[in-house]
């Protein structure tokens, strides 16, 4: 919905250079917008991580080893739950107790769903979450694709910049 309001193309776009804008509307792609400057918005947004949860299919980043014994984190009511995920445990005099040692995960392995459960009921965040900047629009029309990690391909960004230059020829042809 965003991309049609923003303009699909230079035909039907709302202003200058928005329809670049509405090319990268893709996946998990949001829109941030702000009076402060280019440079102190990627400093902040380079800047911000925050812990989070793993999910299933992260890769755990350590190992979680717990160790055969009571669990007093635990409510008895959670104990069932627990051996529905994969913990040895069983009640021991109201209170919940791991039969013997369980690793949760090993470092390196993709996390299953009842791993990534385990670690949040465990309080034990696994991932950083950030935010990857992408490109930039400014009130004079300007669009500027911003250099992404190198593990993500530049096929848009070299489609872009193709699209650019031909604009520019064209621009120069009709004067």
Known sequence: ?????????????????????????????????TNKTKEEVVEWFAQYQLQDFARSGNTAAHTVVLFEGPLPQFSHAMEPQLRQLGLPTKLERGEVTLISDHTVCT???????????????????????HIT????????????????PSTEPDTEKDRIEEEDEKEDEEKEEEE
């Open 1 to 33: 919905v965003m991309s049609v309001a923003l303009g699909r193309g230079v035909e039907d776009e709302y202003r200058e250079n928005l329809h670049k804008v509405s090319l990268r509307l893709r996946g998990q792609t949001g829109m941030f917008f």
């Open 107 to 129: 470092e390196g392995d993709v996390l299953t769903p009842e791993q990534a459960r385990i670690l949040k009921l465990l309080d034990t965040p696994m991932v950083n979450f």
């Open 133 to 148: 900047l992408d490109s930039v629009w400014s009130n004079d029309g300007t669009f500027e694709l911003l250099d992404r």
